[in-house]
């Protein structure tokens, strides 16, 4: 069965500063590998995923992700946080082709 | 590129009651995807179609949930009759080749 624990429910960071929302994932097939942002109100946008090509994967809006096979995770990190970034974001697996396995997600809050 | 369309966008009924919800995935899409999403919680997957048929309907409470897909395009969810837990985002999906999902904006619905 394949699961996802994102570590923090609420992370807060200043202007400028890094982000870092960890996910830990649990597949028994190599997994695809998402991260999804929701705004208030809205649906979830595709930030970037990883499927089984390049471990550093590049996203939309700065963001990328690391796809760590060792550790089992799939960290989402951006160098410089902006205060647009504040949103709930989602990490989540799938088997290729199913169903997504959401983490519980984790709000983002930007203070200026 | 037009996304996937979703109505209605909000919707508040008593107990009892039955609701239906509408989605037009991507032009071409032939997979599509029911999602629940329940306040504070990652989305978690309530049936799946691929073209007119089921792939996965095995989170659906089936005594209480219906969808179809008519036609491998639009499809329906209907609640009947809906319960207190069943308030929640009701979102919609669909997938090209089936990996990368893309969400509608969602029926946010309120069961009194």
């Known amino acids: 069965a394949q699961s996802v624990t994102q570590l923090g429910s609420h992370v807060s960071v200043s202007e400028g500063a890094l982000v870092l929302l960890r996910c830990n994932y649990s597949s028994s097939v190599p997994p695809y590998l998402f991260w999804y942002v929701q705004y208030p109100n809205q649906g979830l946008q595709l930030l970037l995923k990883?499927?089984?090509?390049?471990?550093l994967v590049k996203g939309i809006n700065g963001f990328e992700a690391e796809f760590k096979k060792s550790e089992t995770s799939f960290h989402l990190t951006k160098p410089s946080a902006h205060m647009s970034d504040a949103a709930e974001y989602f990490c989540a697996v799938s088997n290729q082709g199913g169903k997504l396995i959401f983490g519980q997600g984790t709000e983002l809050s930007v203070k200026p | 590129e037009a996304g996937v369309a979703q109505s209605p966008r909000y919707k508040i009924i008593e107990k009892r009651q039955s609701v239906a919800f509408w989605c037009n995935p991507i032009?071409?899409?032939?997979?599509l995807y029911w999602y629940q999403q329940i306040l504070g919680q990652g989305p978690k997957l309530l049936i799946q179609?691929?073209?007119?048929?089921?792939?996965?309907d095995s989170q659906l409470p089936k005594d209480r949930f219906s969808a179809e897909r008519l036609k491998g395009v639009d499809s329906t969810l209907k609640i009947q009759p809906a319960k207190l837990e069943d308030s929640a985002v009701y979102l919609c999906?669909?997938?090209?080749?089936?990996?990368?999902?893309?969400f509608g904006p969602g029926t946010r619905l309120t069961v009194l």
């Open positions: 179609f691929q073209n007119n048929g089921v792939v996965d």
């Open positions: 990883y499927t089984s090509a390049a471990t």
């Open positions: 032009s071409g899409h032939a997979t």
């Open positions: 999906a669909s997938s090209l080749l089936g990996d990368t999902q893309y």
